[in-house]
């Protein structure tokens, strides 16, 4: 009875054994495997927070750059707008200076004319003078005596009169003429000078905002170049983490796995 009933409980015992050291086995061989598992989870959880962080902070740069972006582009803007204002200043004052050249072509006609008269008025006048001291200074007495009559020597007195009165108020009418001609000829070159100091300050200030121009549009290329690489390095980071996401849930699924066969 015993020896039968002994035999039943041996086998089992025995079968207990062999189970246990199955187990003891796996949990041996498969120990080593959960602990590199769940030492390539930390690091890529480490890496994962690295990521984000980096992607963090290039996301507050593109807002940066993209803010400078915009004020640049404004500013690029407003300087264009100020150049052509000052480009067609210059060409009104090229307009008004070549308006004063055809006036001071006049004028120069004009005062080559009226010195022109003067010099015949002078030359008149001289060989005037030249012929009285050549007949003597009893000429204009002698004219006067050789009159027949009373009426005829008024008449001589007022011809004589009249003669060298003319003679004065022309000269003195070309020599005015001949003065305010040059006086406008002088007003107007004033004013072509004052007109051409004005287009070279409009000339310089239109060449200061080309170059800010320039300056703005390589400040431009040169943030949107980064902008660009920015967005660029921000994709390829969410990349990364959407692939250590995977990799994480991966390794997840595995340990529960790992566990569960223990």
Same mark, same amino acid.
């Given at each position: 009875?015993c020896?039968?009933g002994?035999a039943?409980t041996?086998s ?11 187990a003891s ?11 590199a598992q769940?030492?390539?989870?930390e690091?890529s959880?480490?890496?994962l927070?690295?990521i984000r962080?980096?992607?963090?902070r290039l996301r507050?740069q593109?807002?940066r ?9 404004a ?15 210059v060409?009104?004052?090229e307009q008004?200076?070549?308006g004063?050249?055809s006036q001071?072509?006049?004028s120069a006609?004009?005062?080559?004319l009226a010195?022109?008269?003067? $010099?015949?008025?002078? #030359?008149?006048l001289?060989?005037r +003078?030249?012929d009285? %001291? /050549?007949?003597?200074? !009893?000429?204009?007495? =002698? $004219?006067l005596?050789? #009159?027949?009559?009373f009426g005829? +020597?008024?008449t001589? %007195? /007022?011809?004589?009169? !009249?003669?060298?009165? =003319?003679?004065?108020?022309?000269m003195?009418?070309?020599e005015?003429l001949t003065?305010?001609v040059?006086?406008e000829?002088n007003t107007?070159l004033?004013i072509?000078?004052e007109l051409?100091?004005?287009r070279e300050?409009r000339?310089?200030?239109l ?6 121009a320039e300056?703005?549009?390589?400040q ?11 967005r ?10 959407a692939r250590l996401?995977t990799?994480l849930?991966e390794l997840?699924r ?9």
């Open positions: 009875m020896s039968a002994g039943p041996r089992r015992f025995r079968t207990a054994l062999v189970a246990l050291a199955l086995m796996v949990s041996v061989v498969t120990a080593p495997r959960v602990t769940q030492t390539e989870m690091k959880r480490q890496r927070d690295e962080r980096e992607r963090e507050s593109q807002q750059l993209s803010g400078q972006l915009t004020d640049a582009g500013a690029l803007r407003n300087i264009e707008r100020q150049r052509q204002a000052t480009n067609r200043l060409n009104e004052i008004q200076i070549g004063l050249g001071l072509e006049r006609a004009e005062l080559a010195q022109d008269n003067l $010099v015949e008025r002078r #030359a008149v001289r060989r +003078l030249t009285i %001291y /050549k007949r003597g200074p !009893l000429y204009t007495f =002698q $004219v005596l050789a #009159a027949e009559s005829d +020597l008024l001589r %007195y /007022k011809y004589l009169f !009249l003669t060298s009165r =003319q003679d004065r108020d022309l003195e009418d070309v005015q003065t305010r040059q006086r000829r107007l004033g072509r000078g051409d100091r004005r300050e000339e310089a200030e060449e200061r905002y080309s170059r800010l300056e703005r549009q390589t431009l290329t040169t943030l949107g170049r980064r902008s660009t690489q920015t660029q390095q921000i994709t390829a980071l969410e990349r990364d983490e996401n990799v849930a997840a595995r340990a529960t796995a790992a566990r569960a066969a223990r």
